[in-house]
């Protein structure tokens, strides 16, 4: 089923042609949700940037795509206001129909793409004896969203944990731990992230100051990468402890995700380097190995350059990158790659995307995109820290999450005088806590930094999890009140919209579609979330206009009918940005 707005495109575009011509077949007709709900239900500005070209006032060319309209199915007489514009508003019988069909359809009528893509969401991807931080909280949480909305439209959809196994940092370990904790490196479990992290740090200090330490550790990167037995299984080891903590938190949070981290494009990394050289891009730099990029400068404004080796002969992030690039378009036929990283990455992957073109390694064909994301802030503004200046451990942040969601049902709980069990306690607090952090972070433009608060993510009212969780939860509560199975409802009844709430409400939920594309396209979470907080407004609206269970037939079966929808549009948009909804809380 074309959602709305598709269906509004297409019939512009053809009387757009059937109006002026063949050679307007390629316009994009301009349709959309109309800024003002005065003025109707969508509306198409297309009238008057074609102005200039047909020679003619906008008005004038707004009255010749109408009298070719074919829309007399879907809505009233098209309308012309202002410099141009065209309204359209929906002729309810026709709202009636669609949601008759969707109320039929556990896809809610949003079909899958007719080509799918083979899509690589590249995310999350914390480092290895590194803790995981909120930057990649940020990334785990958006990247997950964006798989989850491609893959419900139908694409192959790759999820890829590029963690960082690989690099200078594991000689430097593995040195510091032959002296302080041999036994770290052949007996698992000795260790866990905590330690790892603290002795990095120490490990790191040793590095920058002891000379002779810097070269024992730089023989065992040489080691490492030689494929030495005993530096792989220490490497291995210290990956296992890491991994473990790390599947905590994804475990928390429901993530599904593959790891292929820097470690396995190692055995490219030669290639890579070798293919640059071949095309005559490769240039010398005190010894390394770069390519010099365009509109890349520094101060002084000379191009800066993209080093792929070292001097010492090791390889860099970008190398691996560009191999991991070669072998997601080759092996893995991707036809869209998309990284989610934090913003400070930007320039590293346009450097990469690049040189990848250049080389002829990323054809035009192939779609790659960087889905950058700003900052997590405490509420003081400032980066996000424990009190002590230290950076917050993931595990800490979703626990006190989940406590705060607790503490504030349980005081719920005692105002209203409720019992509830330690297990619907427990449940409730879990996902609610959870879900306000995923909420939070999804419901800002990812592009801006956002600031971290309990007391907002967790407030029942405004746009949070709890509140729209909440709108899920009131239509529940009215089937059991009434003892309505909604899966019995039926498709024969008719569904009435006489209501203004009704009317409004209905428009909305036909909207899910659009904004489902949108998502795909503009891979913008926020849309979605603000969809399903206007949807829960306009619900509660409808709830406090419309009597429904109290009310007589026909429009007491309408009315749950609409609730159910809402109810389901709700969980569906939820569960695409990673969110279970509770049936009571
Ligand atoms: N490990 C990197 C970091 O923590 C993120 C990796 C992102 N993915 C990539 N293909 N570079 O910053």
Redesign the pocket.
Known sequence: MNSLLEQLKISVSQALVAAFGEELANVDPLVAVASNPKFGDYQSNVALPLAKQLKLAPRAIAEKIIAKLEVDQICQKPEIAGAGFINFTIKPDYLVTQLSLIQADQRLGIEPVPSPQKVIV??S???IA?EMHV??LR?TIIGDAIANVLEFRGHDVLR?N???DWGTQFGMLIAYLKEAYPEALTTADVLDLGDLVSLYKKAKIRFDQDEEFKETARNEVVKLQAGNSESRHAWQLLCEQSRREFQVIYDLLDIKITERG?SFYNPFLADIVAELDQQGLLQEDAGAKCIFLEGFTNKAGEPLPLIVQKSDGGYN?AT??LA?LKYRIEQDNAERII????VG?SN??AAVFQVAKKAGILPEKVEVVHVPFGLVLGEDGKKLKTRSGETIKLKELLDEAIIQARNDLESRLQEEGREETEEFINQVAQTVGISAVKYADLSQNRTTDYKFSYSKMLALQGNTAPYLLYAYVRVQGISRKGEIDFEKLGTHTKIVLAESTELILAKHILQLGEIIQEVERELLPNRLCLYIYELSQKFNQFYESCPILQVEEPSRTSRLILADLTARTIKLGLSLLGISVVERM
Do not use: I, R
């Open positions: 590249d995310f991807s914390p480092n590194k930057g990649h990334s890829l590029h963690v960082g820097e992030y691996t990158d991991a990284y989610v990283t934090d990455q590293h992957f």
